[in-house]
C-alpha cells in the first residue's frame, strides 16, 4: 500500500517534524551550554518564567482545544473546518510553534533556542506538504477550497465560510 493511500495518523507528519527539530534543539543545546552566558536574555528571570508560563499554558491550551476538534472530525472521516479550524488550517502544529516551544525556552533563559523556530517552521514547510497531499486526495475540491481560504499556521482574522 502506497504512503498516500494509508489513512493518515491523527498525529498527521508532526512525529517527522519533532524527529527532525531533535538534531537543532541538541546543536543549540550544546552551543548554548558552552558559552551560557552569552545568550542569557536581558530580563529578569522571574519574567522569563511569567512569560514562558503564560506561552506553556496557551501552547497547551490551543493544542488540546485543536486536538479535540480534530479528533471529532477524524473519527466521523470529516474534514475539520470548524472552531478554531475557521481560523488557522493546522492549528495542532501552531500551538507549539506560538506557544509551547517559545513557553520552554523561556524557562531555559536562553535566546539561543529561539532559533529552533525558524528551524521548526523550515521543518514544518517541508513535512506539511504530505499531510496536505493526503488531505487534497482525501477531500478533494472541499479541502482545495479550505486551503486557499485559510492560512496554514499564521491565522486569518476573518472566518472561514466553506
Known amino acids: 500500500m502506497s504512503e498516500l493511500n494509508k489513512r493518515i495518523s491523527i498525529f498527521g507528519v508532526g512525529p517527522k517534524i519533532f524527529t527532525s527539530l531533535c538534531p537543532f534543539l541538541i546543536v543549540f543545546g550544546y552551543i548554548e551550554f558552552i558559552f551560557h552566558p552569552a545568550f542569557i536574555f536581558p530580563l529578569n528571570y522571574y519574567w522569563m518564567v511569567i512569560i514562558g508560563s503564560i506561552l506553556l499554558a496557551f501552547g497547551i491550551f490551543m493544542f488540546v ?80 477550497h479550505y486551503r486557499k481560504n485559510v492560512n496554514a499556521i499564521f491565522p486569518k482574522l476573518s472566518k472561514y465560510n466553506p
Do not use: Q
Open 65 to 144: 482545544y485543536s486536538e479535540r476538534v480534530m479528533s471529532s472530525a477524524y473519527n466521523s472521516s470529516s474534514l475539520a473546518t470548524s472552531k478554531i479550524y475557521v481560523y488557522i488550517r493546522h492549528p495542532m502544529y501552531a500551538s507549539w510553534g506560538y506557544g509551547s516551544l517559545p513557553g520552554i525556552f523561556c524557562f531555559l533563559n536562553s535566546w539561543i533556542f529561539l532559533l529552533n523556530l525558524i528551524a521548526y517552521y523550515l521543518i514544518f514547510k517541508i513535512f506539511i506538504k504530505e499531510e496536505e497531499k493526503y488531505l487534497l486526495k482525501e477531500f478533494g475540491k472541499d479541502y482545495e
